[in-house]
């Protein structure tokens, strides 16, 4: 994928159907929110690496799939605490996505330019054997 075909992913909306109690008293829910597009292994990770650090008191679990983020928490957190940071994380993790595809493509460029040199100069000294 080329960093000018990314686009940054984002919330959806809730899952309803997936949404479903993760205590034993109903109060803890793993919350699926729906992602926009389909998010790219790498990315999940970027995610669990940005969500790794507190931002408030009240912090919770999450992760990304390729179609969620699942968060454990009361459904009340979701609005009350865990919105906003959210929007926040992603907006760092569709950044460093983008800033991780560049390199990758980075990566890619430099290896086809020392591989199309190791030829050239194979050829340059294939064309000097003289028979």
Same mark, same amino acid.
């Given at each position: 994928?080329?960093e000018k075909?990314?686009?940054?992913?984002?919330?959806?909306?809730?899952?309803?159907?997936k949404t479903?109690?993760?205590s034993?008293n109903?109060?803890?829910?793993?919350v699926?929110?729906?992602?926009?597009?389909?998010?790219?292994?790498?990315?999940?990770r970027?995610? %669990?690496s !940005?969500?790794?650090?507190?931002?408030?008191?009240?912090w919770?679990?999450a992760? #990304?799939?390729?179609r969620?983020i699942? *968060?454990?928490?009361p459904?009340?957190?979701?609005?009350?605490?865990h919105?906003?940071?959210?929007?926040e994380?992603?907006d760092?993790?569709?950044?460093?996505?983008?800033?991780?595809?560049?390199?990758?493509q %980075?990566? !890619?460029?430099?290896?086809?330019?020392?591989?199309?040199t190791?030829?050239q100069? #194979?050829?340059?000294?294939?064309?000097? *054997?003289?028979?």
């Amino acid at each position: 994928m080329s960093e000018k075909n990314f686009e940054d992913i984002g919330i959806a909306g809730v899952d309803q159907e997936k949404t479903l109690a993760n205590s034993v008293n109903g109060t803890i829910y793993r919350v699926h929110l729906t992602l926009t597009a389909p998010a790219p292994a790498d990315w999940c990770r970027l995610f %669990a690496s !940005e969500w790794k650090f507190p931002r408030h008191s009240m912090w919770r679990r999450a992760h #990304a799939t390729e179609r969620y983020i699942v *968060i454990e928490c009361p459904i009340d957190e979701i609005e009350r605490y865990h919105k906003t940071p959210l929007k926040e994380v992603l907006d760092d993790v569709n950044r460093k996505y983008r800033e991780h595809i560049a390199e990758a493509q %980075a990566r !890619e460029a430099r290896r086809h330019a020392e591989h199309d040199t190791a030829t050239q100069r #194979a050829k340059a000294e294939l064309g000097k *054997i003289k028979f």
